[in-house]
């Protein structure tokens, strides 16, 4: 079964910076694109950021200019740079990424989610 798992979630004030892990672990034989989502109290669940498997990225344009996203294809890592933090980048932040396993099987997998709170 594969698995995601994220890590580096917090509190941190206003204008500051985290760094988000998401580690995929299992049968993968590749993984494709590879996302980051938010889902706020009361909201829908949105995308933040996309990498693809050439590395081509797209980002949500609340998070432009602030936030990176970027892979390590070894580690089967996504990452998720966020500077300039606001109150409104809080949220609960979930990984995804599209695997395809040593069974042929090709699905959408999500982590766990990870808090993010930005408040002074």
């Known amino acids: 079964q594969v698995q995601l798992v994220e890590s580096g979630g917090g509190l941190v004030q206003p204008g500051g910076s985290l760094r988000l892990s998401c580690a995929a672990s299992?049968?993968?034989?590749?993984?494709?694109?590879m996302g980051w989502y938010r889902q706020a109290p009361g909201t829908e669940r949105e995308l933040v950021a996309r990498i693809t498997s050439s590395t081509n990225t797209n980002y949500a344009d609340s998070v432009k200019g602030r936030f990176t996203i970027s892979r390590d294809n070894a580690k089967n890592t996504v990452y998720l740079q966020m500077s300039n933090l606001k109150p409104d980048d809080t949220a609960v932040y979930y990984c995804?990424?599209?695997?395809?396993?040593?069974?042929?099987?090709?699905?959408?997998?999500w982590g766990q989610g990870t808090q993010v709170t930005v408040s002074s």
């Open positions: 995804n990424a599209d695997v395809l396993d040593f069974f042929a099987s090709r699905r959408d997998y």
């Open positions: 299992g049968p993968i034989f590749r993984i494709n694109a």
